[in-house]
């Protein structure tokens, strides 16, 4: 993975050393709440209900086992012994100390780590593919680029102050795993498939103008093909036209996906193209030596070769995570594991600080290093031997983090909710909750199969209800917390955004709901179909009449 | 009109009064414009060569528009004096002087030692922009 040389780490250095100051400033006085507060935001601190919430950036959702260590020994040192891992392959404290935050940003410096940009109206924290670099359907490891990307994006002097935020997500395989039309930009990498320009080269295909929030939009394609050697020119004209055109009369309108709706996609596209030629002038792309030089550091560890594919499935509690938890890896013997961070009745995405460490050293002694952090909120080991896997396993069943419920009902997506967060209407954790609990039994979740439950404490979405297969938003109905049920989202490479039902529900009315949307499918499905699946044939009607009739 | 507080031009300052882009177009005498957050820096690309001096104003720091005017004006080969006016405040000076401003003139004097560390704040810089500095990636592969 990549690693800092000196000019990396000086500027991490640097922005701790800035951030310090502008702390100091804020605790002298000099600056005002008001004036600190989009300061302290692009350093991802937020005020919320109860505390100071820091949320650590994981670059492309990827760490090594000394980083995993410290952001367990920071939850230990300056929180409550936990953290929390993020629909942006983030992680987040949720009870810190304004005075503590810089000796925290130096703690995360010493392992190449920052907590730059990933809020505030700026370019935030570039996500991918969890199984970039491993997966077997991959075309090529997209992190070489989302680490360009990174760099071009960090402290970008024009872009700090754009009319809200903006996120950039990089993949390059067909399965979507990131979203990625559901981001302001999606970029994926592609083959050139125009033969009159050579065909067959590497570049990037970009989408944007997706997006959650209160307005959900599936980013439409704005070029087919952009050449690697002019990926940031191209970039920066895309933010740039966003920068002067999007609007700022109100921030519910100021995301890219308003100006891309507004202008409509082509008269966007014209506008981007006309800044892409004038800016092709100015000599503002990196020469393709730098991602030569980044690529490398991405390069497959050191796989043995010849590796047998047998796995000893006797023991039938690992035969279930195996089916459940793993993916098909691109080096034979080896496997792609995944650590679901939603135990029965647990908070979605938190890990105790001992479970951090854990699975840190458990990375360490059997996947090259690596772990990475999904939209899921769960963790990944990318490169297992498919030999050590029923001893990782135990390891991880030893310290409760051995749940097999990957992409079941039961891996749940919610964001914090009104229990922390100082924009929600409602609380998304208890009900995340109930309904692991509702649905607790293995047999049950396997049974339903593949289900992505996705809920959200208010319209700004930051739990993906949109894009759930199914979605839970929680309202406020005249001071009562109140949830409202979408079905048939979806943010894979079938993006499409889910449909409401029909009135909302109380938090035990939800949770039945959901329980009665699981038994139509079970009573409808035909072979083989999953439940987004049998409710795009059958459509929302006989769902309707079963949960409200 | 406030004070210019920081400059970073030899040349004589300009003291002449700054007209709005709308005024600037109809008239053909002016030597100093004022970009408002919503203006189109790019309408004042065929006056360049007699203009002296554009403000470009913030009305709020947290509205980046000014930004890019900034840059479209250096880019379209501008050399006079492009001046910060407004709610300008130590945390942006560096990035404001990154895209081509080279005058400031806060509308409350900001504290001289803290704005030059802002000034200072940045040895190596990861963009290509308006200020001419060598990206981090021209240095690491310094032929």
């Known amino acids: 993975m990549y690693k800092y040389d000196e000019y990396d780490q000086q500027m991490v250095d640097t922005r701790v050393a800035e951030f310090r100051d502008q702390v100091r400033r804020r605790l002298a006085g000099d600056l005002t709440e008001e004036q600190f507060r989009p300061l302290r935001l692009q350093n991802g601190l937020y005020l919320q209900l109860h505390a100071y919430m820091l949320r650590v950036a994981v670059p492309y959702g990827t760490l090594n086992s000394a980083q995993m260590k410290v952001l367990g020994d920071i939850a230990d040192k300056y929180d409550r012994g936990y953290g ?136 439409p394609m704005i070029r087919e093909f952009v050449p690697l050697d002019q990926l940031i020119t191209y970039s920066e004209a895309c933010l740039r036209v966003y920068n002067r055109y999007g609007r700022r009369d109100n921030k519910y309108k100021a995301r890219i996906k308003i100006l891309v709706h507004e202008l409509g996609r082509d008269e966007y596209v014209r506008q981007v193209e006309e800044e892409f030629r004038h800016l092709l002038t100015q000599g503002i792309e990196p020469p ?50 995944t650590v679901s961070l939603k135990p029965v009745g647990g908070i979605p995405g938190d890990a105790s600080a001992d479970q951090i460490r854990l699975m840190a050293q458990l990375a360490k002694d059997y996947s090259f290093d690596e772990l990475r952090v999904t939209h899921a909120q769960n963790i990944v080991f990318p490169h297992v031997k498919k030999a050590d896997l029923y001893t990782l396993w135990q390891k991880l069943d030893d310290a409760a983090l051995s749940t097999a419920n990957l992409d079941t009902v039961g891996d749940i997506i919610a964001c914090p909710g009104l229990d922390y967060c100082s924009l929600a209407n409602a609380r998304s954790i208890p009900v995340a909750q109930k309904i692991s609990q509702r649905f607790g039994s293995p047999e049950k979740q396997a049974e339903i199969g593949e289900l992505k439950l996705k809920i959200s404490g208010c319209i700004n979405a930051c739990g993906h209800h949109h894009a759930g297969h199914i979605g839970i938003l929680g ?49 409808k499905k035909q072979d083989g179909e999953r439940f987004l699946d049998t409710y795009r044939r059958i459509g929302m009607d006989p769902f309707k009449e079963a949960i409200y009739g | 009109m406030v004070d210019v507080q920081f400059r970073f031009r030899d040349d004589e300052a300009v003291n002449d009064s700054a007209v709005t882009v709308g005024a600037f177009t109809e008239q053909t005498n002016a030597t100093a414009v ?35 005017s900034a840059r479209v004006l250096r880019e379209a080969g501008f050399t006079g004096e492009i001046r910060a006016v407004g709610d300008v405040v130590i945390d942006m000076l560096s990035h404001l002087k990154r895209c081509g401003f080279d005058a400031f003139a806060p509308d409350k004097p900001l504290n001289p030692v803290d704005a030059q560390n802002a000034f200072d704040r940045w040895d190596n810089v990861y963009q290509a922009t308006a200020d001419g500095r060598r990206p981090i990636w021209a240095l690491r592969h310094t032929a």
Request: hydrophobic share 35%; glycine share 8%.
């Open chain 1, 84 to 219: 929390h891992f993020t629909t942006r392959q983030n992680i987040q404290y949720n009870w810190i100390k304004l005075e503590d935050t810089p000796d925290i940003l130096a703690d995360l410096a010493k392992v190449e780590m920052h907590a730059i940009q990933t809020s505030g109206n700026c370019i935030r924290n570039i996500s991918s593919d969890q199984f970039a670099g491993a997966a077997a359907d991959e075309l090529i490891d997209p992190r070489p680029y989302a680490e360009l990307l990174r760099q071009w994006s960090s402290f970008h002097p024009e872009f700090l102050t754009l009319p809200r935020k903006f996120k950039i997500a990089v993949i390059a395989s067909d399965t979507d795993r990131a979203a990625m039309r559901l981001h302001d930009i999606g970029i994926k990498m592609v083959k050139n498939a125009n033969p009159e320009n050579g065909g067959g080269e590497i570049g990037a295909q970009f989408y944007a103008g997706g997006g959650m929030g209160r307005t959900p939009m599936i980013g």
């Open chain 1, 288 to 337: 393709l030596a730098e991602l030569e030089r980044i690529k490398p550091y991405f390069a497959d560890p050191a796989f043995e070769t010849s590796l047998s594919d047998d796995l000893d499935l006797s023991d039938p509690d690992f035969r279930l995570w195996v089916e459940r938890n793993t993916h098909a890896h691109k080096q034979s013997g080896y496997v792609i594991a």
């Open chain 1, 475 to 523: 309202v406020d109905r005249k001071g009562v917390e109140n949830y409202q049920l979408l079905l048939g989202g979806s943010e894979g490479a079938d993006t499409s955004l889910g449909k409401i039902t029909g009135p909302g529900f109380d938090e035990d009315g939800i949770v039945d709901a959901v329980e009665k949307a699981t038994q139509v499918y079970l009573s």
């Open chain 2, 34 to 68: 004022r970009i408002e957050p919503g203006d189109d820096a790019r309408d004042l690309i065929p006056f360049l060569e007699r203009l002296r001096l554009i403000e470009v104003n913030f009305p709020a720091w947290t509205d980046g528009r000014g930004y890019s």
